[in-house]
């Protein structure tokens, strides 16, 4: 017999009854039942109960054993007793009767409890992940991040694309994000930087005369965490075609998305053709550019009719206003519009106003705070902008244009959450497209680009030279799935000509281009092909079909929000003999009094 185990902690079953097995494992959970000890143990694959008696020459030793203590048991495998059986456990027909333990490595008093699945301190759960990964839920998301990931990996090489590896050690890249910087101890004084992304890289091997790459790519960027975004670093499905348009994108990662989502759905339906919305649409229609699909509320903009004269409500004169629908609010008590106003307040906003909608001699009649300063043929128009009829009400969100969308955004969601209107057993894409090329830096006084500079305009040299660069689209857009953002991608600039141009109403000279993207703007002016790509996140994907809420929870030895790793004690501080071999001397902060 095999010196720790003939079988796995899952393998026990009927069909094993009355043999001689060699577990190994850990100490799940131990309960005595009257001077009978049931230990439950479990592996990588698996929980199987086993029992000592105190007849059994191992119940002594059974008797020292505490919980995540590792021990080998040889027993043998009997059906539990009538009515003690566990239909749920796929060992659950039968336990195993001990007869000899030896214990392989003791445990100290546990600083996070494996058994049961409670809350605990997440710093705790960092500083002890080798633990907290053993818990039951934690385990299954990583093995279902591996799971993912190998789906994703057939996936690609199915439609077409090989698998590159791109360097880790590169040069800095304004991605709009902070590198980290690696010293070089042969070039004193030089930095190499981490890759916020293998961006230039992958259209480099377009360059190159290769025609469809992929990579499960890690990225590192020096930023603040976010429940959906992992300090430090994270890894993206990382994808460039060559000789493509954007629809030639679209169809060659839908149906990789779709089939991946519907592989580990888990019973939920997934969207089978991806609307496209264009940005400003999504905007007004949904105050984000990553719209959750499953809340059917859909804002509306109605500026024009609180802009009338004869609508004496103050407050909302000379200022965009959006409607947001609440469907069957009017049955709600003042509670709920209270509370709706709260929370407006607590992000900044002066409140929402809102209108309740009833029948009244066969016509829709508003009620509520702000419903007197409207007339009825406006409130009839601003009902039917609105899409609502009697026993819906509208709530509305004023302000400067980005404000009043923002806010207007955040409560489509609360509502829609509120009224239990959002679809809880789907997963619904679609594509954000048709962003503007630039925008107004308030800060500077001038335009700048507003999400890629290397996008391809859409119009190309032509749309540059003629139109208003802040009309100017991109063919830039993103996936976004239940309100998540998975990916942003972009047709890319691959003229010289166009990018020079589209870089000088930017105010930056071809020098910057040469400065800060020498080795990509170098390339391309010894031909290179149209092409684009797109990244979608892969923690974000396991994520969402973990039905997960943190990066986190999918993560297998994730930063805590100050991006320090609590396990392995980094970031750390370096030895001086470290430092002289590098060339650096710290300049550290004074410390706060």
């Not at 605990?120 to 591996?146: A, Q, V």
């Not at 047709?491 to 589209?502: E, G, L, T, W």
């Amino acid at each position: 017999m095999h010196r720790y185990r003939s079988h796995n902690c899952g393998e026990p079953n009927e069909t094993l009854v009355g043999e001689k097995i060699r577990l190994s494992g850990w100490c799940h959970r131990i309960r005595d039942h009257g001077g009978v000890l049931f230990i439950d143990l479990r592996d990588h694959y698996g929980l199987t109960q086993c029992v000592v008696d105190p007849d059994s020459p191992a119940f002594a030793q059974a008797e020292k054993l505490r919980s995540e203590w590792v021990v080998r048991l040889d027993g043998e495998i009997r059906k539990r007793p009538p009515g003690t059986e566990n239909p749920d456990m796929p060992t659950g027909q039968v336990e195993v009767y001990v007869s000899e333990i030896e214990v392989l490595g003791p445990a100290a008093e546990l600083p996070v409890p494996v058994f049961g699945d409670q809350p605990y301190p997440e710093d705790t759960r960092l500083k002890y992940r080798f633990i907290d990964l053993r818990r039951e839920k934690l385990h299954r998301n990583i093995m279902l991040r591996g799971r993912i990931v190998d789906s994703i990996r057939t996936r690609m090489k199915q439609a077409g694309f090989f698998e590159f590896q791109t360097p880790i050690l590169t040069a800095s890249s304004p991605e709009g994000a902070r590198d980290f910087l690696v010293p070089s101890r042969l070039h004193p004084g030089k930095f190499y930087a981490l890759p916020q992304a293998p961006q230039q890289f992958k259209q480099l091997i377009m360059v190159a005369g290769f025609d469809r790459y992929f990579q499960i790519a890690p990225c590192f960027r020096d930023e603040d965490a976010r429940a959906d975004r992992s300090p430090g670093e994270f890894y993206q499905l990382d994808v460039e075609m060559s000789f493509v348009t954007q629809d030639d994108v679209f169809e060659a990662m839908e149906p990789v998305l779709r089939g991946l989502f519907e592989e580990f759905a888990n019973g939920k339906t997934v969207t089978q053709k991806f609307p496209r919305i264009s940005f400003r649409e999504a905007m007004l229609k949904y105050g984000a550019d990553k719209p959750d699909l499953r809340n059917p509320l859909i804002i509306a903009d109605v500026s024009d009719e609180f802009g009338r004269e004869d609508v004496s409500f103050k407050a909302f004169k000379g200022k965009t206003v959006r409607a947001i629908p609440a469907l069957g609010a009017a049955a709600q008590p003042r509670s709920f519009f209270d509370k709706l106003n709260d929370w407006a307040r607590s992000e900044g906003a002066p409140g929402l106003g809102y209108v309740i909608f009833e029948e009244e001699d066969g016509a829709l009649a508003g009620k509520g705070p702000i419903a007197k300063f409207i007339p009825a043929d406006a409130q009839a128009a601003i009902a039917a902008k609105a899409g609502v009829k009697a026993g819906d009400a509208v709530f509305f969100s004023a302000g400067e244009e980005t404000a009043a969308a923002k806010l207007a955004g955040m409560a489509r969601l609360r509502i829609g959450d509120e009224l239990g209107l959002t679809k809880k057993d789907v997963f619904e894409f679609c594509w954000i497209v048709d962003f503007p090329m630039y925008e107004w830096n308030e800060d500077e006084k001038k335009i700048d680009f507003s999400h890629n500079p290397f996008s391809m305009p859409q119009g190309g040299l032509d749309a540059l030279d003629t139109m208003d660069p802040l009309d100017i689209l991109a063919f830039q857009y993103d996936i976004v799935c239940n309100g998540v953002e998975l990916s942003s991608g972009a047709i890319r600039n691959h003229r010289p000509d166009i990018m020079r141009r589209a870089f000088e109403i930017a105010g930056y000279g071809e020098d910057v281009l040469i400065e800060k993207f020498g080795g990509m703007y170098r390339a391309f002016q010894y031909g290179a092909p149209p092409h684009g790509g797109i990244a979608p996140g892969v923690d974000r994907i396991v994520m969402l079909l973990a039905e997960e809420e943190n990066l986190r929870e999918v993560t297998l030895f994730p930063m805590n929000q100050r991006a320090e790793d609590l396990l392995m004690g980094a970031p750390s501080e370096p030895t001086m003999k470290h430092l002289r071999e590098l060339h650096i001397r710290l300049n550290l902060p004074e410390a706060k009094a």
